[in-house]
Every structure is written in structure tokens, then in C-alpha cells.
């Protein structure tokens, strides 16, 4: 489960930025269902990210993607010659030099980890590992050699050292060699943290297809469809070998034939047959997009995994978003306590409510503490905050009550667009 995670110089992120999972105790509202205990932490199910376009909100899951690749790969993918591919701030003189900062808190296997390392393009400046809050591992480079300290709770990993190029992560080596320890570790990133970056639908495409053709939750996966109001009745995956040009954004030797059934109806709208239609050329932008992360979604739901998505409602209606939001806020459908991080525009999500049993009234779906802010200052650096620490004016701190989408549209809470003539006219004709 995710607690917190960190980074800094990289992307927008000047300064060090937090997303932190963790509920705040004075915020009350939805306790029974938004959030859930592990181990000593109680954490939230759900966080939404909120700003203008190019304010930081896609830079943070970029940021996330970022990290999770490099730990998994960097032992794998890279040789001694190779650039590490981060992108530091580059909007003020001193940084561009400067390491990029990741550090990630999260529970596995009923224990706690802190996991950070600090990047340039040539080399890992930094690495640590600390398990419940006890160091497996130190690695710093001091000028001139890369020195790494294994502590006894890593004893497999002594002797790897020497084995770690200077722009791998020696997490991701030990990993390799099958120590036990890392492999754990690892299986967290891989298994347990599945991040969407940007708009890709094909590979989503095939990641729902390839659960559909190996059986694994079809049956959810025509259930979430079908709820989604798409007239889907079925579907038909079919997994091709590489005999053909590869489709565009596809780079691997198969692929996926997707055709969806149909009804077919006669005079008096009952159905009397069913037609089979191309998937990719018939259904509609936001079906496609429903059906890529019908997939993850439903995974993360079955597996208790953290689910970190770039712009959530991108061609889906706000009524569907909601609903998703409600399947990771819901002790009914969320059993395992999947978590879900994403950014977006809808605001609706902040002006929803949903009567609590407990409270025996309405309270918005959201807490204050699952709402987060982004916005730039004047050196368009990305500062992050969320709607429970946020102050107005008189230093008051905002109610649960309040108008969350009104204010936000107002700008009460910042991270809004001030946006001006967006075409200004000359006066008169051209001469």
C-alpha cells in the first residue's frame, strides 16, 4: 500500500513535493469508507489531483512512471555508457546540474519501506533502502568513488557491490541476483503499482485483451462494460501472431483482433440476433477508453494493488468517473483496499455527495485530505498541496462543508487558469 511519495527536481517539481496517502486525523468525514487501516498507518483509498493544463498534474504521474521503470529495469536495460533518461528543472540556473530526488513510503507484506535515490543523466548520486525504519542499505557518491553500505538485514546482498555500474540502481542488481529481500521489493513495483502515463491506449488495450484471452476477470470485464452503458452484449479477443505490418504504437511480435457483440433488434425492440463489430473502428472514443482500463481497474480492485492513473476522465462522461472513483471509495467493492491516484479537470467529483450511514447524512464523496491542488509560481515551478491544508484568507482552514467546486472554479483554492482574450481582433479592416 502507498504511503507517501516524494520527488524533486524533475519535470516542474522544483522543490521537494509530497503526495501523502496518509489520513489526516483531523479530517473526520468518511472515515468508514474512505479510508482503511494497515499496520499503524490509516490510509486513503483514493487521492485526486487537480489544476490548470501545464500546471504539474501529468508531471507527477510522469514522475511515478519514472521511478518505478528505473528500479525495475536500470540493472537490465542500461550499460556503463548509457544516460539515465531524468529530466531535471530547468527553469532556474542552479538545477539543471543538480540530481533529480524520489523517495516512496509503502507496506508489503505487513512491513514498512522507505525507498529513494537521487539521479542525474550519468550516474545514481544517492540510494537508500530503510525497513520499519531500520537501514538495509546506504549508498552515497562522495566525488570520486560510489560507496555502498550493506547493513546485516540485507547479508544476501553483501557482496554485490562491486557488481552495481554507476548508473543502476543497487536495489535493481540485487534483485537480479535473486536476493530474496529485493525480489520482494521489487514484486511491489512490478506487481503491486501499475502506472498509466498519458494517453496509450493500445497497450492498455492489450492489457485488458490479454485478461480477457487468458480468462483471468473476463466476466468483470464484460460486467464493467455493460454497466458502463455501452450496448456491449460480448466480446471476441483474438491474439495474432506478427505475420503483418506491426499497427501503429505497437512494438512487440503480437497483437489483438478486438470485435464486440451487438444486439440486433426487430420492429418491437426485442432482440432477435446479434452482429459482431471492429472494436478499434466502431466503437466510440470513450467505449475504447472504458474497455483499456477496465483492465487495471478491475486487477487492482481483485489484487489490492495501487493504481496511479494520468487523467482519469479523458472521454468519459463525469457520471462514470464517479462511479470509478466509488468502486476504490467502497468497502463493498474495494475489499482489499486498492488505492487509486489520479489527475483531472472533472469537477463535478468535488461538488458530489453520498448519504453516510453512520453520520445518518450527506457528505461529499471526497474528504478534504483526498483532494490535491497543483500550480505553478513565477519561475513555473509545480507546488502541490491539498484541500485539508489549504488556508483563506484570516489563516481559516476549510470546512467540510464548504463549497469545494464553487470555491475551486472561483479560485479561492488556486490552481485555476487565468486565461485572457484568447483571440484579440484588430479593429477595422486590413489595409
Not at 468508514?32 to 490510509?43: A, G, I, R, S
Not at 543523466?121 to 530503510?130: D, G
Amino acid at each position: 500500500m502507498l504511503i507517501r511519495f516524494s520527488v524533486g527536481n524533475c519535470l516542474s517539481f522544483a522543490e521537494k513535493q509530497t503526495l501523502d496517502m496518509t489520513a489526516v486525523k483531523t479530517c473526520k468525514e468518511r472515515l468508514e469508507e474512505n479510508t482503511f487501516k494497515c499496520c499503524d498507518e490509516t490510509l486513503l483509498k483514493s487521492a485526486v489531483v487537480y489544476g490548470a493544463n501545464a500546471s504539474g498534474k501529468s508531471n507527477l504521474i510522469r514522475a511515478f512512471h519514472f521511478f518505478s521503470h528505473l528500479a525495475i529495469f536500470s540493472s537490465k536495460d542500461s550499460v556503463s555508457s548509457e544516460e539515465i533518461l531524468v529530466v531535471p528543472f530547468l527553469f532556474n540556473q542552479w538545477s539543471r546540474g543538480e540530481p533529480s530526488k524520489f523517495e516512496i513510503e509503502f507496506f508489503t507484506d505487513q512491513k514498512k519501506y522507505r525507498y529513494g535515490f537521487h539521479a542525474t543523466s550519468q550516474k545514481i548520486v544517492r540510494e537508500w533502502l530503510y525497513e520499519q525504519d531500520k537501514a538495509a542499505f546506504v549508498r552515497a557518491f562522495d566525488g570520486v568513488n560510489d560507496i555502498i553500505q550493506v547493513e546485516k538485514l540485507w547479508k544476501k546482498a553483501q557482496g554485490l557491490e562491486e557488481r552495481t555500474r554507476k548508473n543502476a540502481l543497487f536495489l535493481s542488481v540485487c534483485a537480479q541476483f535473486a536476493v530474496p529481500e529485493a525480489e520482494k521489493i521489487l514484486d511491489f513495483f512490478i506487481n503491486k503499482l501499475h502506472v498509466i502515463a498519458g494517453e496509450n491506449p493500445i497497450s492498455l488495450e492489450d492489457y485488458t485483451s490479454n485478461q480477457i484471452d487468458s480468462g483471468k476477470y473476463r466476466e468483470d470485464i464484460l460486467d464493467f462494460l455493460r454497466n458502463a452503458d455501452t450496448h456491449i452484449v460480448d466480446l471476441i479477443v483474438d491474439k495474432q501472431e506478427q505475420k503483418k505490418p506491426v499497427p501503429p504504437n505497437r512494438e512487440h511480435q503480437e497483437y489483438f483482433d478486438i470485435n464486440s457483440l451487438h444486439n440486433v433488434y426487430d420492429k418491437s425492440g426485442q432482440a432477435v440476433a446479434k452482429i459482431e463489430l471492429p472494436f478499434d473502428l466502431l466503437e466510440s472514443l470513450g467505449t475504447q477508453k472504458a474497455f483499456a482500463l477496465a483492465g487495471p481497474i478491475i486487477n487492482s480492485l481483485k489484487t489490492g494493488s495501487v493504481l496511479i492513473v494520468d487523467e482519469l476522465d479523458s472521454r468519459l462522461h463525469p457520471i462514470f468517473t464517479r462511479q470509478i472513483v466509488k468502486l476504490f471509495n467502497s468497502n463493498k467493492t474495494n475489499p482489499l483496499n486498492a488505492q487509486l491516484v489520479f489527475n483531472t479537470h472533472d469537477t463535478n467529483l468535488l461538488s458530489c455527495k453520498l448519504y453516510d450511514d453512520k453520520t445518518k447524512k450527506e457528505e461529499y464523496m471526497l474528504r478534504r485530505d483526498q483532494i490535491y491542488f497543483v500550480e505553478k509560481d513565477n519561475v513555473e515551478a509545480t507546488h502541490m498541496y491539498s484541500l485539508i491544508e489549504f488556508k483563506k484568507k484570516g489563516d481559516k482552514k476549510v470546512r467540510n462543508d464548504a463549497s469545494f467546486e464553487k470555491d475551486y472554479l472561483n479560485g479561492i483554492y488556486g490552481a485555476i487558469p487565468y486565461i485572457g482574450d484568447l483571440i484579440s481582433l484588430p479593429d477595422g479592416e486590413d489595409k
